[in-house]
Every structure is written in structure tokens, then in C-alpha cells.
């Protein structure tokens, strides 16, 4: 009895052996999968203060990387277009009210008011009223108004102000679709993390943009993890760059696997 209770026992044993074998060997064939897969997905990171150009970068990425910007994707981004365009008029206008600069146009102080108000409403831009139009149009022909955009180092003002301005008469078509060009120049805070996906020989290029602004930190702290590469993006901006451990980096480069000749041929 108790030789029969121990050989069930050990065919109980073995039969668990061979599904734990089973199981394990399903697990690191997995695992291996895994890391293959991980092996070719290269992270990077995009950073940069608020407002340095981050954002138009990885645009540029997915327009020359990946498919773009699909047609549907392009009109949703109209109204984007219009209202950076009415903002950016009433930051001009309140940039040259903070300088002292009279409109050479008695009609565009209307104009002005108008501007006021929509932006306080908050109010949808796209598409212009007939109304809006003319305030704009009016407004970028002002002398007064091209004076301040002259000085708009002085205040603050969006760098595609210009580029929308003259672009008025085609973005108030009523056929209009925001062009490529268009959706790099339009500007949008951020928020959180943005991810674009593309394959380049061979390899998986996973790009990730960050809120810029301080308050967005604890959004994409996290994107760190096992990132290969960080890409700092900066504009008009002088950079200190601390090396520690030089001792590590002298030995490193002095040794065939880490010489730098892999990445500078002209290097020796």
C-alpha cells in the first residue's frame, strides 16, 4: 500500500516536474521574444524648455519618418490654425499698447476691441467671421501694428505670428485644409507625453515629447526608464556642460571596444 501511495506520489511528482519544465521553458522562450524585440526598439527622449521647438521636431519626424498627417487628422488641426492666429494678433495689439504705438487707422481700435472680446469669450475661431477677417486683415496692414511687430522683441509674440498673417486670405477659404507646413507652424502647449512610432533599418524608433513646463514633470518622469538616447532641443540658448568620472571616459576610449573611432573614423 505504501509502495503504491509512494509511486503515484512520484508519478504525481514527475508529471508537475515536466509542467513546471514546460512551463518554464514556455516562459524563457518569452523572455528571449522579449528581449529580441526590446533589442530593436530604440527610446528617445525629447527635451527641452517650454516653447524651444520640441513639438515642431517631432512633426517633422512623423512627416518624414511615418505616413504624416492624414486628411481627417488636418482638419481637426483648422481650428487650431485660426485661433493661433487671433491670439497672436491680440498679443501683437497688446504689445503695442505697452509701447505707446497709436494704429495709423482710426477704423482698427474697433478692431482691436473686437479682438479683446473674442479672446476673453474664448470663443471658436474657424472660421472667421466675416467680421474677423477684416479686423486681421485691417490690422497686419496697420503702420502702427507693423511697427510693434518690428519691436516684438520686446514683448511676447508667437514665431509663426508672421507666417499666418500672410497667410489670411487662403486660410479663410472656405475649402480650406491645414497644409503640412501650416500644422508645423501651429503651436500648442504640451501637455503630458506625446509618442511617435517609425521604423528605420530595421529598427523600431519610439520618440517621446514632454510638457516642457515645469508643472508637467511628474507626467513623463517615468519615459527615463530604459530610454537609449535623449534628445535637448534648445533655441537661442547658452549650455554648460558638466563631464564627471573623466577617469572612466579616458580608460574607456583608450580601449578598442570603446573608441570613439566607432562613431568618428577620423578619430585615433
Wanted: aromatic share 10%; net charge positive; with cysteine.
Amino acid at each position: 500500500m505504501n509502495f503504491l501511495r509512494r509511486r503515484q506520489m512520484g508519478n504525481c511528482d514527475s508529471r508537475e516536474l515536466a509542467e513546471q519544465t514546460k512551463t518554464n521553458k514556455k516562459i524563457n522562450t518569452e523572455l528571449a521574444t522579449a528581449k529580441k524585440d526590446d533589442e530593436n526598439v530604440i527610446k528617445l527622449l525629447l527635451l527641452g524648455a517650454g516653447e524651444s521647438g520640441k513639438s515642431t521636431v517631432l512633426k517633422q519626424m512623423r512627416i518624414i519618418h511615418n505616413s504624416g498627417f492624414s486628411q481627417e487628422e488636418s482638419m481637426t488641426k483648422r481650428n487650431v490654425v485660426c485661433a493661433n492666429t487671433v491670439q497672436a494678433m491680440g498679443a501683437l495689439v497688446e504689445g503695442m499698447r505697452s509701447l505707446r504705438i497709436d494704429f495709423s487707422n482710426r477704423l482698427c481700435n474697433a478692431h482691436e476691441k473686437m479682438i479683446r472680446e473674442t479672446l476673453s469669450e474664448n470663443t471658436e475661431y474657424n472660421p472667421f467671421t466675416d467680421e474677423m477677417f477684416t479686423a486681421l486683415t485691417d490690422l497686419w496692414a496697420d503702420k502702427g501694428v507693423q511697427s510693434a511687430y518690428e519691436k516684438r522683441e520686446l514683448f511676447y509674440l508667437h514665431d509663426s505670428a508672421k507666417y499666418f498673417f500672410e497667410s489670411l486670405k487662403r486660410i479663410n477659404e472656405k475649402d480650406y485644409i491645414p497644409s503640412e507646413t501650416d500644422i508645423l507652424h501651429i503651436r500648442v502647449p504640451t501637455m503630458g507625453v506625446i509618442e511617435v512610432k517609425f521604423n528605420m533599418k530595421g529598427k523600431v524608433f519610439r520618440v517621446f515629447d514632454v510638457g516642457g513646463q515645469r508643472s508637467q514633470r511628474k507626467k513623463w518622469i517615468h519615459c527615463f526608464d530604459d530610454a537609449k538616447a535623449l534628445i535637448y532641443y534648445f533655441v537661442n540658448t547658452s549650455v554648460i556642460l558638466f563631464l564627471n568620472k573623466i577617469d572612466l571616459f579616458q580608460e574607456k576610449i583608450v580601449t578598442k571596444k570603446r573608441s570613439l573611432a566607432i562613431a568618428f573614423e577620423a578619430f585615433s
